[in-house]
């Protein structure tokens, strides 16, 4: 018992615990982190395009729920979807990470959008390309070559936000941790696993983003 509660690393308990951790990151922190990282993609895009296009009357309200989502904490967020809607808890937490980082992703695609000269725009016009094409054709490639690496970034803080998903009773990577500290008396094994778990998936995303940054600059 003394060895058990010094906290000393034992690899017997370190090898009980990583198939308990590598389970829960599989189960819930990866599917948060994917399923969230499209909805926030996506619905960030739509946000952005709508505060371009879209009337002041609509445009003016998706801009002010935004921010604030941008403004009030994840958590919060989460205890109150997850009281108010009563839905599955991990599809509230995946589609609460998604909006909430869409409030953000917008952000990013906004100034991408920006970017792009105008000379751009009047060749489209040049051309008679209708508003569409001209968004899927020449807008919206050119902005994602610059926002992809600010992308990244907020895709991996999302990562790191996934264990905000026990506070609606989900068991994520970092809660399985916790519940085996406990009952075995010692945290460090399965604490320093879950951290290490983190690291050898962030730094390849990591390494994949700025391959795709690489890639889309040739263009």
Do not use: C
């Amino acid at each position: 018992m003394e060895d058990e509660a010094s906290g000393i690393w034992n690899w017997d308990r370190a090898f009980a615990v990583f198939p308990e951790l590598l389970e829960a990151f599989l189960q819930v922190t990866l599917v948060a982190t994917v399923v969230g990282s499209l909805i926030a993609a996506v619905v960030g895009l739509v946000v952005a395009m709508t505060r371009k296009l879209a009337p002041a009357w609509i445009a003016w309200p998706v801009h002010g729920f935004m921010e604030f989502i941008r403004m009030t904490p994840v958590v919060v967020q989460l205890l109150f979807a997850y009281y108010a809607f009563n839905f599955d808890p991990l599809a509230t937490g995946i589609v609460v990470l998604g909006i909430h980082y869409a409030a953000y992703m917008a952000e990013v695609y906004r100034s991408g959008i920006d970017a792009v000269p105008k000379g751009q725009w009047e060749a489209a016009t040049a051309l008679s390309m209708s508003p569409g094409r001209t968004w899927l054709k020449v807008i919206i490639p050119q902005s994602l070559r610059t926002v992809v690496p600010a992308l990244g970034t907020w895709v991996i803080s999302m990562f790191k936000d996934t264990p905000f998903l026990m506070v609606i009773f989900i068991t994520d990577m970092v809660r399985r941790a916790q519940v085996y500290g406990g009952q075995h008396y010692a945290y460090t094994e399965a604490i320093t696993l879950a951290g290490l778990i983190f690291l050898a998936a962030s730094y390849p995303t990591y390494l994949l983003m700025k391959q795709l940054e690489k890639r889309l600059a040739r263009y």
